[in-house]
């Protein structure tokens, strides 16, 4: 055999190495469909801003990101095998675990609450207990807003529909209808919710007592037998959150991952004051407090947990407590998707 015929063949020989591998790695990668309880790209910042760097992709995921009408739908659409991982809130998840379904919190997006409960900023209501006799704004019938709210009233001595009642007004701009219309006295929303009605003239002031900050809001959700199928794919996607969250935290990167907030939902990046306002709020909330830094993106503390689960079957949400709340949740992937 002549050199340039063998330097042919190993040439021949290596690009059909070169060439399984790449099948092997587009083989590789795992699509998931990710549930998210309403269209708001920046409400899940870290994980846009990790979708638009190449972060799932380096753990071999490519997402899609489907947006549904509230946390029950979420949890619908993880019940019926319609997606991989969801982004429900707390209650929903505790009412879901006391039906049977095997969901499993597994992060925490918003350690501090991600709800509010909301007056107008003239109004005379400066605590929970003086909306007694009126109705209180939440954006869907049965969302994560509706847990915390009932929450916070019931907690102020009002019980539901004796001395106060939900109408569901839906999110942002659609809840301003409301308020414009007198049909709501309060509203339970998102910091999202709170920045979209400020930008239409609906100045809106929080009576959240203090204690209920606590009261985490939504983070993401599998199912434990997704979850014992596909571990592979639950560490992937955490790992290539907390890259998203550290990355967009960096004031460097701010405009950056505002493009690829934008790039998920077109129309919420068009005012980009309006959409970096939003940003500082939603990563506030995403920040941990001092307390729980040190555990990492996601820690999900288990005395928040404990006051969560109590406040709900205090106020009958639950009609039983949950005998092993530990079942709900896991804090077991933080350390190894934090680096620690």
């Known amino acids: 055999m002549t050199p340039s015929l063998a330097g042919t063949l190993r040439a021949v020989a290596l690009g059909s190495v070169f060439a399984a591998v790449g099948a092997a790695t587009a083989l ?15 409400t899940w910042a870290p994980m846009w801003a990790a979708i638009g760097e190449g972060y799932f992709e380096d753990e071999g995921l490519i997402l899609d990101v489907q947006a549904v009408d509230g946390s029950s739908s979420v949890l619908q659409a993880m019940s ?31 350690p501090k609450s991600v ?10 209501i400066t605590e929970p207990g003086d909306l007694a006799g009126t109705v209180v704004g939440v954006g869907t019938a049965d969302g994560a ?6 929450a916070i009233l019931n907690g102020a001595g009002l019980s539901r529909p004796d001395d106060f009642t939900f109408l569901p007004v839906g999110d942002g701009g659609t809840a301003a209808v409301a308020f414009l219309r007198e049909e709501v006295a309060g509203y339970a929303g998102a910091v999202s919710d709170a920045a979209i009605l400020a930008s239409r003239g609906i100045e809106l002031r929080e009576i959240t007592p203090e204690e209920y900050l606590g009261f985490f809001g939504n983070g993401y959700a599998v199912l434990e037998s997704y979850m014992s199928e596909n571990p592979e794919v639950v560490e992937g996607f955490g790992r290539a959150l907390v890259r998203g969250m550290e990355f967009m935290l960096d004031p460097a990167n701010k405009e950056t991952a505002l493009d690829h907030m934008a790039a998920g939902n077109p129309t919420e990046g068009e005012d ?4 970096s306002a939003l940003f500082d709020a939603a990563a506030e909330r995403m920040t941990p407090t001092d307390a729980y830094m040190s555990q990492g993106f996601g820690f999900q503390p288990p005395e928040h947990w404990e006051a969560i689960h109590q406040s709900l079957v205090d106020g009958g949400a639950l009609e039983a407590p949950i005998e092993d709340l530990q079942a709900v949740y896991t804090n077991e992937f933080i350390p190894m998707w934090n680096g620690q």
């Open 80 to 110: 019926a095998g319609q997606a991989e991982i969801g982004a429900p809130g707390p209650g929903p998840v505790l009412g879901a675990r006391s039906r049977g379904l095997d969901v499993k919190f597994i992060y925490n997006l918003y």
């Open 145 to 150: 807003e509706v847990s915390f709210a009932e």
């Open 272 to 275: 980009r004051d309006f959409a």
């Open 28 to 42: 590789a990668q795992t699509n998931i469909t990710v549930a998210v309880p309403n269209p708001s790209a920046i």
């Open 115 to 124: 709800f509010g409960l909301l007056v107008p900023a003239e109004s005379d």
